[in-house]
């Protein structure tokens, strides 16, 4: 009887071992995840963004540099899909000058070029392989580049004067914040292939 209750107590220990050890593994994991991303971000030019964007995808991102700027892509794909979206709604709505209404529609045309182009760098991303990794960093690298001068076009067609304020606003706020995931996207994407350049060498 005591021999069965002390091999009870020593079964108790152990599962409340692994359960406590579990809990410990499970809160070192997500820091470290949460960690590399904090420390990428630091080399954005918008870190803070770039971290408020990306931390919710720590779990998928864990400590890969290659999963964290397909995160980084996907997140300025979906802004840029939503933005776009936006945009051609507002190009419809009553009371635009004949310049605005133009802008706008200039405006939508190149986000769906600048989404093209992402979507693009994302599948290519997909198809690394060590023997055309340069080739595909500089594929990513000039879709992405693209698509920022495709936000800025965009922002810069609504820099005339005559100008709806409120509209100029609306449009640059939601501009920027695409700009700024893009420009993050492309920080990560050069680092991603200057890690990759020096573990070769």
């Not at 050890?21 to 820091?31: L, Q, W």
């Not at 397909?70 to 945009?87: C, F, G, P, R």
Request: net charge neutral; charged share 20%.
């Amino acid at each position: 009887m005591a021999g069965s209750a002390s091999k009870s107590f020593t079964l108790i220990l152990l599962a409340m071992s692994f359960y406590f050890n579990s809990i410990s593994a499970a809160r070192v994991a997500p820091k470290s995840s949460t960690e590399f991303i904090r420390t990428s971000c630091s080399t954005t030019t918008y870190p803070k963004l770039c971290y408020n964007s990306l931390s919710s995808h720590s779990s998928t991102i864990q400590t890969s540099p290659k999963l964290l700027v397909n995160e980084a892509l996907h997140v300025t794909l979906s802004s840029a899909k939503s933005t776009s979206v936006k945009m051609s709604s507002l190009s419809h709505s009553h009371g635009l000058k004949p310049r605005e209404v133009s802008a706008m529609k200039d405006c939508v045309e190149v986000l769906r070029d600048a989404v093209t182009e992402i979507r693009k760098s994302i599948d290519e991303l997909g198809h690394d392989k060590q023997s055309d990794f340069r080739l595909m960093i500089n594929n990513v690298q000039t879709w992405v580049s693209a698509a920022m001068t495709d936000e800025s076009t965009c922002s810069d067609g609504f820099e005339e004067t005559g100008m709806n304020g409120n509209l100029k606003t609306a449009v640059r706020e939601r501009i920027v914040h695409i700009a700024q995931l893009t420009s993050n996207a492309l920080a990560l994407i050069n680092n991603y292939g200057v890690l990759h350049d020096e573990r070769i060498f």
